[in-house]
């Protein structure tokens, strides 16, 4: 499995993630499901982000004080949630949960 911080680094170097909005791909879960192909597109790193898994797009906003936000759905309202890693080195935002080379910072 590819580290967080060596793969964006790499990015970074080779100019890929500047000046554009940085694309990964993952595996994610959503509420307990199965493990599927998604992938996470990175506007700003640490402030806002987005996991688009099959037809669903979760976007997350941070706020720099420690507070996160997500959205489920483009017209739904943000909820404050968590993050937690798990023992499977899945990283999880109540119920939405990635797993992969995610760009943290």
């Known amino acids: 499995m590819l ?10 170097i080779s100019g890929a993630a500047v000046g554009a909005e940085l694309r990964v791909p993952l595996e994610c879960s ?3 499901g199965a493990w599927t192909l998604c992938t996470m ?5 640490g402030e806002h982000w987005w996991i688009t898994s099959g037809d669903q797009r979760i ?7 420690g507070g ?3 959205r489920r ?21 109540d119920g939405v949960c990635a797993r992969g080379p995610i760009p943290l910072d």
């Open 73 to 93: 759905h483009r017209h739904a309202g943000w909820q404050a949630v968590s993050a937690n890693w798990t023992a499977d080195a899945a990283l999880c935002w």
């Open 30 to 32: 959503l509420d307990a």
């Open 41 to 45: 597109q990175v506007e700003r790193i």
């Open 3 to 12: 580290r967080p911080i060596p793969l964006l680094l790499g990015l970074l």
């Open 59 to 65: 976007e997350f906003r941070h706020d720099g004080r």
């Open 68 to 70: 996160l936000t997500m």
